[in-house]
């Protein structure tokens, strides 16, 4: 009973991380069609930017928990839009128009020069950081086994949420948002009406980038070690998340997440954590086969 | 009320001078040289793959003509080059809007949505990036009650207020043809083009097209560039017709001038018919 409860607070703070990742996937998923497989490798920069941020900030002496995380956050975030709009700039603003094929590879591309510029210059090795946020709630014990809710669990998963909420606002009652979704259902005639198409995309890819930041610093504070190469599988697996949610829809995109992240910890608990990955692609697979439109998607009619 | 357009009545709102639009080996318009004046309908007629809808896709930026030039004379904003404008600015800065054949809305939207869209720049101006609506700003507030009153009186104007909620995607053709006129309106266009509205549209739905061209034209000033088969919308409402056929202009004036006009029936009906017209 207490590992039951336990592996249900892993799995939901693990969860939720994926779902703030998955958050970003659907939403330049949902703009522009077109899967954009260096997110994850953006998520893996701000890893690093906030090791970074919070080394120097011990360094100076900074000690204040809440002032070194929001600062974190604050430069993460920056970089980090920065990054997610010179790669919408530079790797498929000019292949739009070609075929969908196209900026698709190019996303690999993109994802692989991350990985390797990162590799060149932060170096392969592991980097670690000393626990920010220590310590939690001992909820209660039984048999022996004590269960745990650390502080950084309440604080991942309330992010999560907060952020769900409000973008979800931003996407469905706010000028930007209406924009958005139009340049989602027909770019040529949104353009045709006076918006800028371009810039609406641009600013979904730095939305979407700040959003992998958030989870980025999240990481960085829960596991405290982080290195090059994190961003390729939490990329696959918040874009499992997404799809699993249904692509497009921002609340399925987070409980897409909150699904994998259970699997991934009740499979690594009960059954092999070896094989924990078995699951959740598994579970990809079935609902690619049954739901292909995902849990809260939008099926897609096509009118004869 | 909506902004108040600006009567360009009477003026010279679009200049096209010499277009020649090609594609590879096909020519599909003809050094056009057309006077579009502001407040008045202007039809454009032409048997099928006359080159009438090419037209209108160099007017809004989809294809950059092989020669010549397409010139909105802006009242505010000066002569502007459509042709060199990202599509974009075509809207925004030229006022120049047009409609679909196949109706293009966006479907997933509620017909209201639709037409705020259409508005978003005064919107986002005021909005700063959606931060100023995030905190109830006074001016985003004052923006976006314009912005729906605007949507309301093409709404009610164009009867589709009961159904503003509903998602567009879902109503009847002739509904979805209403409703991309009543958001094309509510950009504020000094000149809307219209590539076939009558299309798919029952006799009813027809004669009531018809009102609503004059009504635009005279009461609110819009110049009207009309693409249309249907010769009852096209004889009613024209003030200057002109006709295309295989890219090249045959004829062009009034109504009248046009039903008259013999390279125009030998074009619709073909040289022989129009010999035996003549014989006859």
Known sequence: MGQLIQQLINGLTLGAVYGLIALGYTMVYGIIGMINFAHGDIYMVSAIIAVTVLTLLGSLGIAAIPLSLL???????????????????????????????????????????LQNMVQLTQGARVKPIAALLPGGFELFTQNGFTVHLAYTQILIVITTVLLLCVFSYLITRTSFGRQQRACEQDRTMTSLLGINVDRTISLTFV???????????????????????????????????AVLGGVGSLPGAVLGGLIIGLIESFWGAYLSPAY?????????ILVLMFRPSGLLGRPEVEKV | MSAPTMNTAGQTLLEVDSLTMRFGGLTAINNLSLNVPGGKITSIIGPNGAGKTTFFNCLTGFYKPTTGSVRM??????????????????????GVVRTFQNIRLFPNMTVLENLIVAQHNALQH????????????????????????????????????????LAAGNLSYGTQRRIEIARALCVDPLLLCLDEPAAGLNPRES??????????????????????????????????????????????????QIQNDPNVIKAYLGEDEADEKEAA
Not at chain 1, 80 to 109: D, F, H, K
Not at chain 2, 74 to 94: D, N, T
Request: net charge neutral; with cysteine; aromatic share 10%.
């Open chain 2, 207 to 256: 004669a009531e097209l018809n009102e609503l061209l004059l009504y635009l034209s005279r009461e609110h000033h819009k110049g009207i560039l009309l693409i249309e088969h249907d010769m009852n919308v096209v004889m009613r409402v024209s003030d200057h017709i002109c006709v295309l056929n295989f890219g090249n202009k045959i004829a062009e004036g009034t109504p009248e």
């Open chain 1, 207 to 241: 939305l979407g980038a700040a959003l992998a930041a958030v989870a980025g610093v999240m990481v960085t504070v829960y596991y405290g070690v982080v290195d090059f190469s994190i961003g390729f599988v939490a990329g696959i697996k918040a874009f499992t998340a």
């Open chain 2, 73 to 94: 004379h802006h009242p505010e904003h000066g002569p502007l080059a459509l042709e060199q404008m990202p599509s974009y600015h075509v809207a925004r800065k030229a």
């Open chain 2, 126 to 165: 005021a909005s700063r990036f959606s931060l100023a609506g995030l905190f109830g700003r006074a001016g985003y507030k004052q923006a976006r009650e314009a912005a729906l009153t605007k949507a309301e009186m093409w709404l009610t104007r164009l009867k589709l207020l009961d159904i503003a909620d």
């Open chain 1, 71 to 113: 600062i974190t956050l604050a430069v993460a975030i920056f970089f980090t839009a920065v990054y997610g709009w010179a790669v919408e700039r530079v790797a498929y603003r000019p292949l739009r128009g070609s075929t969908r094929l196209a900026p698709l590879i190019s996303a690999i591309g993109m994802s692989i020069f």
């Open chain 1, 276 to 284: 924990s990955d078995l699951g959740t692609f598994g579970i990809l």
